[in-house]
C-alpha cells in the first residue's frame, strides 16, 4: 500500500476515534492532555460504566448491613436514650439525668437574652424585641423566686437563683429605657460566665455518671470491649471535646474517632447512624488491605493527589 494512501487511513481513522472524544478536562502538564472519552449516558461506555459502578454500589451496600450484624453487640446514643443492639434485640435507657435538662434549660434564659440583643445594641429596640425581653425577665424573676422557695438551698439551688436574679435585674433597666450599649451587653456575658459553666460542671458530672454506671451494668469483658463500637449522634457545633466522646476516647483509650469510637453529626435518623457502622468497618477491612493502614479510608481518597498537584503549582 502506497505511503500516502497509508497516511490518508490513518489520519481518517484518528478523526474518527477522535470524534468520541470531548475537550472537557484541564490542562494535564505532564501529558499535556486535553480531552477525555465522552462517558455520557448516551453513549455506550458512558452505560456501561454505570452499571458497573451501580453494581459495586449494590455489592458494597450489601457488604456493610452484612458488617452491621457481625458488629453487634454495640451502642447507639441518640437524643436522651443509650440503645444495645445485641443479636436480634435492642434495649433502650434514659441517659440524660433530669437534672442535666433543668441546668441546661436555666443556661439557657440568659443565653437567649444575649442572643436577642447581640445585634440590637447602642440603637432604640422595636417592641417585638422589647416584648420578647419582657418574657425572659417574667422567667426568670418567677422561677428565681420558685427555686428559693421550693427548693433547699444548696450551692446548685443558689447557683440558679444567682443566674435568673442577674438575668432579672440586666432586663428590667433595658425594658424601661429600650436600649443597651455594646458594653454592657458584653459585661453581663463576662459576669455570668461563671454562673452557667458551673451548671455545666453539674450537668455533665450526673451525665457521665449516668454512662458509667449503664456501663458497668452491661459489665463487658475484655474480649467483648475490644470488639465493641459505640454510634453517637451529635450536633455539629458540639462535636468538637463533646463530653460523651471523650468519656469513650477514656474508656478505648483512643485519641480519635472512626475505631471503636463513630460519630454522627446532625442526624436524627438511627438508620443512618447503623449504616455509617457498617461503612466504618469495611472501609477499614478495605484500608487495610490496599494501604496497609487502618485510617487510611477515614481521609478523603485524592488528599494525597490533591497535594502532589497544589505542591506542584507552588513550585509554578
Same mark, same amino acid.
Given at each position: 500500500?502506497?505511503?500516502?494512501?497509508?497516511?490518508?487511513? $490513518?489520519? @481518517?481513522?484518528?478523526? !474518527? $476515534? #477522535?470524534?468520541?472524544?470531548?475537550?472537557?478536562?484541564?490542562?494535564?502538564?505532564?501529558?499535556?492532555?486535553?480531552?477525555?472519552?465522552?462517558?455520557?449516558?448516551?453513549?455506550?461506555?458512558?452505560?456501561? @460504566?454505570?452499571?458497573?459502578?451501580?453494581?459495586?454500589?449494590?455489592?458494597?451496600?450489601?457488604?456493610?448491613?452484612?458488617?452491621?450484624?457481625?458488629?453487634?453487640? =454495640?451502642?447507639?446514643?441518640?437524643?436522651?436514650?443509650?440503645?444495645?443492639?445485641?443479636?436480634?434485640?435492642?434495649?433502650?435507657?434514659?441517659?440524660?439525668?433530669?437534672?442535666?435538662?433543668? !441546668?441546661?434549660?436555666?443556661?439557657?434564659?440568659?443565653?437567649?437574652?444575649?442572643?436577642?440583643?447581640?445585634?440590637?445594641?447602642?440603637?432604640? !429596640?422595636? &417592641?417585638?424585641?422589647?416584648?420578647?425581653?419582657?418574657?425572659?425577665?417574667?422567667?426568670?424573676?418567677?422561677? %428565681?423566686?420558685?427555686?428559693?422557695?421550693?427548693?433547699?438551698?444548696?450551692?446548685?439551688?443558689?447557683?440558679?437563683?444567682?443566674?435568673?436574679?442577674?438575668?432579672?435585674?440586666? #432586663?428590667?433597666?433595658?425594658?424601661?429605657?429600650?436600649?443597651? *450599649?455594646?458594653?454592657?451587653?458584653?459585661? =453581663?456575658? %463576662?459576669?455570668?460566665?461563671?454562673?452557667?459553666?458551673?451548671?455545666?460542671?453539674?450537668?455533665?458530672?450526673?451525665?457521665? &455518671?449516668?454512662?458509667?454506671?449503664?456501663?458497668?451494668? @452491661?459489665?463487658?469483658?475484655?474480649?467483648?470491649?475490644?470488639?465493641?463500637?459505640?454510634?453517637?449522634?451529635?450536633?455539629? +457545633?458540639?462535636? %468538637?471535646?463533646? #463530653?460523651?466522646?471523650?468519656? =469513650?476516647?477514656?474508656?478505648?483509650?483512643?485519641?480519635?474517632?472512626?475505631?471503636?469510637?463513630?460519630?454522627?453529626?446532625? *442526624?436524627?435518623?438511627?438508620? +443512618?447512624?447503623?449504616?455509617?457502622?457498617?461503612?466504618?468497618?469495611?472501609?477499614?477491612?478495605?484500608?487495610?488491605?490496599?494501604?496497609?493502614?487502618?485510617?487510611?479510608?477515614?481521609?478523603?481518597? @485524592?488528599?494525597?493527589?490533591?497535594?502532589?498537584?497544589?505542591?506542584?503549582?507552588?513550585?509554578?
Amino acid at each position: 500500500m502506497p505511503n500516502h494512501l497509508k497516511t490518508k487511513i $490513518f489520519t @481518517l481513522s484518528t478523526l !474518527l $476515534f #477522535c470524534s468520541t472524544i470531548s475537550a472537557t478536562l484541564a490542562n494535564n502538564s505532564n501529558h499535556n492532555i486535553n480531552n477525555k472519552i465522552n462517558i455520557t449516558k448516551e453513549t455506550s461506555v458512558g452505560k456501561t @460504566l454505570q452499571s458497573a459502578d451501580d453494581f459495586f454500589r449494590e455489592i458494597y451496600a450489601t457488604k456493610v448491613d452484612e458488617k452491621v450484624d457481625k458488629a453487634k453487640p =454495640f451502642l447507639l446514643i441518640a437524643n436522651d436514650k443509650i440503645y444495645l443492639y445485641k443479636s436480634n434485640f435492642i434495649t433502650a435507657k434514659t441517659l440524660i439525668p433530669v437534672i442535666y435538662n433543668l !441546668l441546661k434549660s436555666v443556661d439557657h434564659i440568659p443565653l437567649a437574652v444575649f442572643v436577642l440583643l447581640d445585634d440590637k445594641t447602642d440603637q432604640i !429596640l422595636d &417592641e417585638n424585641t422589647i416584648l420578647k425581653l419582657k418574657k425572659l425577665e417574667q422567667f426568670s424573676h418567677k422561677l %428565681s423566686d420558685r427555686f428559693e422557695y421550693s427548693y433547699i438551698l444548696d450551692d446548685t439551688v443558689k447557683n440558679q437563683i444567682e443566674i435568673l436574679k442577674a438575668t432579672s435585674n440586666f #432586663c428590667q433597666p433595658i425594658i424601661e429605657k429600650k436600649q443597651i *450599649s455594646q458594653d454592657n451587653l458584653q459585661n =453581663f456575658a %463576662s459576669l455570668i460566665t461563671k454562673a452557667l459553666m458551673k451548671n455545666a460542671d453539674i450537668a455533665t458530672a450526673n451525665l457521665l &455518671e449516668n454512662l458509667n454506671s449503664y456501663l458497668q451494668e @452491661l459489665d463487658f469483658n475484655e474480649q467483648n470491649k475490644k470488639a465493641l463500637h459505640v454510634i453517637i449522634l451529635t450536633a455539629h +457545633m458540639a462535636q %468538637s471535646k463533646q #463530653c460523651i466522646y471523650q468519656y =469513650f476516647q477514656k474508656y478505648f483509650n483512643e485519641t480519635a474517632e472512626g475505631h471503636h469510637i463513630i460519630v454522627l453529626e446532625d *442526624s436524627n435518623t438511627d438508620e +443512618m447512624a447503623i449504616k455509617l457502622l457498617g461503612k466504618h468497618i469495611l472501609d477499614t477491612d478495605i484500608a487495610n488491605a490496599f494501604f496497609n493502614d487502618p485510617d487510611r479510608m477515614h481521609k478523603d481518597l @485524592l488528599y494525597q493527589a490533591a497535594q502532589k498537584y497544589l505542591g506542584k503549582q507552588n513550585e509554578n
